[in-house]
């Protein structure tokens, strides 16, 4: 993965009747899935993220609609426009993450490395420079 993210493709399964993505821990993605959460019904002008991680990686998708990321390591920004739910973006540790531009009916799934913890979360940005520069 480069310093801000990657784009993976899944695999789609078409079939007339309707097409399925499957993603598999440690195969299709590089860690073991300890949380699935999705988010939905998000204003069109309303941010989500805005956070980085310590330790946990997480891969997104857009199952419906679209949103754009925006991944920030601390000295280069790049924004990712999710669109397709055979795609995902691998977030990996230590990178800013800030959503918006949710089209309407847009759901976002996140499958996430790590269980829920608070202390894992960087929730200031100025606290995530001052990480970023003391784990170099």
């Known amino acids: 993965m480069d310093q801000l993210g990657k784009i993976i493709s899944l695999?789609?399964?078409?079939?007339?009747?309707g097409n399925l993505t499957v993603v598999e821990q440690c195969k299709d993605i590089p860690f073991q899935i300890s949380r699935v959460y999705w988010t939905y019904d998000i204003p069109t002008d309303a941010g989500r993220?805005?956070?980085?991680?310590?330790?946990?990686?997480e891969l997104l998708v857009s199952v419906s609609g679209a949103f754009t990321v925006t991944l920030?390591?601390?000295?280069?920004?790049?924004?990712?426009?999710?669109?397709?739910?055979?795609?995902?973006l691998l977030v990996d540790k230590g990178i800013w993450?800030?959503?918006?531009?949710?089209?309407?009916?847009?759901?976002?799934?996140?499958?996430a490395e790590d269980s829920f913890d608070e202390s894992d979360y960087i929730r200031d940005y100025s606290s995530f420079l001052k990480f970023i520069s003391c784990s170099k």
């Open 11 to 17: 695999k789609k399964i078409v079939d007339p009747r």
């Open 97 to 111: 993450r800030t959503l918006e531009n949710f089209s309407s009916g847009a759901v976002c799934l996140v499958l």
């Open 49 to 57: 993220g805005g956070h980085a991680h310590i330790h946990c990686r």
């Open 72 to 88: 920030d390591n601390g000295h280069e920004k790049r924004q990712y426009l999710l669109t397709k739910p055979y795609e995902g």
